[in-house]
């Protein structure tokens, strides 16, 4: 599966690669204010995947730093929790129950003692 995933991100790549030294031809891009960015098609087509993909990660972080945020809360929560319940559960430990028939209250198969 691996080999598969390498040979399609290679036919991708070289795609991209033919697509970016076919439109290397001159182009403008009209902006606000009648300013007039002229650049290679390929350069601009960059520059809007680049700043897309910048708008994304500004969309997606603050949702990510409040579920890190509750994540480190619910850690230390569970530490807690472990460490309340530790303490007295080693002391009652050597308290086991033991059935009274002499059988396993586990479901073991192998000789019985």
Known sequence: MKLFAWIVRIVVFVLL?????RNTAEASLQLFF??????PLILIL?????????????SVAPGLMRQRVEL????RAAA????????????????APVP????SPYNVVGPKV
């Open 17 to 21: 690669f033919v697509l970016a030294l």
């Open 80 to 95: 807690d929790a472990r460490a309340s319940t530790a303490a007295p559960s080693a002391a009652a430990a050597g308290a």
């Open 34 to 39: 009648n300013a007039v960015w002229h650049a």
């Open 100 to 103: 009274r028939d002499g059988k």
């Open 72 to 75: 480190a809360r619910l850690r």
């Open 46 to 58: 960059f520059a809007a995947f680049a700043l897309g993909a910048v708008a994304a990660l500004a």
